[in-house]
């Protein structure tokens, strides 16, 4: 005999408490506790005595050569090749980003039956869409349903290769008395799609939505559930669109794929170094160039900064694109190693193109645009800057340097200053790009600001 009670669940951090709290004391959020349903069962469990299938490791089979290809280079790039027969795939973003528009896109372009179904939009809304993004498909079938069981029938009426759930939140499963969108539906609909996923070796795709702070609503045990939590990720204000993978059980999590929106759907960025250098103003202070590492993939980028005086007792630091709390060290490195005076100014700093980067490696060019700015000189608009600044000023190896040395040379860069240190064992030999080891942070300053 089964028997109901009530328990509160944070909606944020997944907190469990028999009453009510105005404030979580986990993650400290205020008014994000939700009444739960919890069926407990005292039925015993009696031992299993069926056989069970144990195979040696050399038995086993991959599913690698099995992928789904979607046909959009920089998704498959994220996803590992492509998706996987059998797995589960947690897409995440805040409203209006493009979710449904890359879901969509890439449903479009399989060569497998494809089952798109929403449970936010009817099927009028989704024919608007598809006419504005060309699409096109004797495989694509929509089914408008939030009732998990009909959509469970429909999966196994139709056997698709690849099913789109469009949204997670808006699914439900009636047999449980909980409300759409609650942390025990969410949890028990994504369980029973991941045993269907199984069980029909079909790849399942899930859109969720994000919370205000940015992550994936609902419990945090979803996340660990299924097999691949993919986050799309940009500012309103821009075209560019990044995808990142967090997770992911078939491939790397370093991988990202740029995209950029128009009216007529997504497009594949192929040489981002191109586009975020593209609006570059190459004679104004305070710009800098560097080469970043997404995955395999360099990245040329502008690091922009602008220093003007404090009006006011405490001086302000903006950072967009890149973290604060490194900004304060780098400003006290700057300050302490290379006589700057900084903490009279205001300091703002910028990743041009609304990209988001959080490697060391970018420390030398966010240093030298700092310095360039505050003396209202120009750094050398051919010069790419590569180097990790440490504490003591000392500019630091860092790794890849062969890859983004080349895709310097390649968009016509003469010089690139890297650490001293990395020239030891540098296996690129080039005539038509200079490249000089730094060993401080002045050294630096002094060889690149006009």
């Known amino acids: 005999m089964s028997k109901t009670r009530i328990k509160y669940i944070c909606s944020t951090c997944g907190y469990e408490s028999l009453r009510w709290l105005g404030k979580c004391p986990e993650c400290d959020n205020w008014n994000?506790?939700?009444?739960?349903?919890?069926?407990?069962?005292?039925?015993?469990?009696?031992?299993?005595?069926?056989?069970?299938?144990?195979?040696?490791?050399?038995?086993?089979?991959?599913?690698?050569?099995?992928?789904?290809?979607?046909?959009?280079?920089?998704?498959?790039?994220?996803?590992?090749?492509?998706?996987?027969?059998?797995?589960?795939?947690?897409?995440?973003?805040?409203?209006?980003?493009?979710?449904?528009?890359?879901?969509?896109?890439?449903?479009?372009?399989?060569?497998?039956?494809?089952?798109?179904?929403?449970?936010?939009?009817?099927?009028?809304?989704?024919?608007?869409?598809?006419?504005?993004?060309?699409?096109?498909?004797?495989?694509?079938?929509?089914?408008?349903?939030?009732?998990?069981?009909?959509?469970?029938?429909?999966?196994?009426?139709?056997?698709?290769?690849l099913v789109i759930i469009d949204s997670i939140q808006t699914m439900y499963r009636n047999e449980l008395d909980n409300s759409p969108g609650t942390i025990t539906q969410i949890r028990e609909c994504t369980s029973q799609l991941m045993e269907t996923?199984?069980?029909?070796?079909?790849?399942?795709?899930?859109?969720?939505?994000?919370?205000?702070?940015?992550?994936?609503?609902?419990?945090?045990?979803?996340?660990?559930?299924?097999?691949?939590?993919?986050?799309?990720?940009?500012?309103?204000?821009?075209?560019?669109?990044?995808?990142?993978?967090?997770?992911?059980?078939?491939?790397?999590?370093?991988?990202?794929?740029?995209?950029?929106?128009?009216?007529?759907?997504?497009t594949e960025v192929k040489n981002p170094s191109e586009v975020f250098l593209s609006e570059r103003d190459k004679e104004i202070s305070g710009s800098a160039i560097t080469a970043s590492i997404e995955g395999t993939r360099p990245i040329l980028l502008e690091v922009q900064a602008l220093v003007t005086p404090s009006n006011f007792g405490n001086p302000q630091r903006v950072a967009t694109g890149f973290d604060y709390?490194?900004?304060?060290?780098?400003?006290?490195?700057?300050?302490?190693?290379?006589?700057?005076?900084?903490?009279?100014?205001?300091?703002?700093?910028?990743?041009?193109?609304?990209?988001?980067?959080?490697e060391p490696a970018i420390d030398l060019a966010v240093c030298c645009s700092i310095a360039s700015s505050l003396m209202d000189k120009v750094v050398n608009s051919k010069t790419v800057l590569i180097g990790e600044v440490g504490l003591g000023g000392e500019v630091r190896s860092v790794g890849h340097i062969e890859k983004r040395i080349q895709?310097?040379?390649?968009?016509?860069?003469?010089?690139?200053?890297?650490?001293?240190?990395?020239?030891?064992?540098?296996?690129?030999?080039?005539?038509s790009i200079k490249i000089t080891g730094v060993e401080s942070l002045t050294e630096a300053i002094n060889g690149v600001i006009k």
């Open 32 to 161: 994000t506790f939700t009444e739960e349903i919890i069926e407990t069962n005292n039925k015993k469990v009696s031992a299993y005595k069926g056989t069970i299938n144990i195979k040696k490791i050399d038995e086993l089979e991959g599913a690698e050569k099995n992928r789904i290809i979607t046909g959009i280079g920089e998704l498959d790039r994220v996803l590992g090749g492509g998706f996987i027969p059998g797995s589960v795939i947690l897409l995440g973003g805040d409203p209006g980003i493009g979710k449904s528009t890359l879901a969509m896109q890439a449903a479009s372009k399989i060569n497998h039956t494809v089952l798109y179904v929403t449970g936010e939009e009817s099927t009028s809304q989704i024919k608007t869409r598809a006419a504005r993004l060309k699409i096109k498909s004797d495989n694509f079938y929509v089914l408008s349903e939030t009732d998990l069981n009909i959509i469970i029938a429909a999966i196994n009426s139709l056997s698709p290769s």
């Open 197 to 266: 996923a199984k069980k029909n070796n079909i790849s399942i795709l899930i859109v969720g939505h994000v919370t205000k702070e940015g992550f994936i609503a609902g419990p945090k045990v979803l996340e660990h559930m299924v097999d691949t939590v993919i986050q799309f990720e940009g500012e309103s204000h821009h075209a560019f669109r990044i995808l990142r993978a967090q997770k992911n059980r078939f491939g790397s999590t370093n991988e990202i794929g740029i995209f950029e929106m128009h009216e007529d759907g997504l």
């Open 407 to 431: 895709e310097a040379e390649k968009l016509g860069f003469e010089k690139v200053l890297i650490p001293l240190n990395n020239i030891k064992g540098l296996k690129v030999n080039s005539s």
């Open 325 to 358: 709390r490194r900004l304060s060290i780098l400003l006290a490195v700057l300050e302490k190693r290379s006589g700057l005076r900084l903490s009279a100014n205001n300091v703002f700093l910028n990743m041009a193109g609304g990209v988001k980067i959080d």
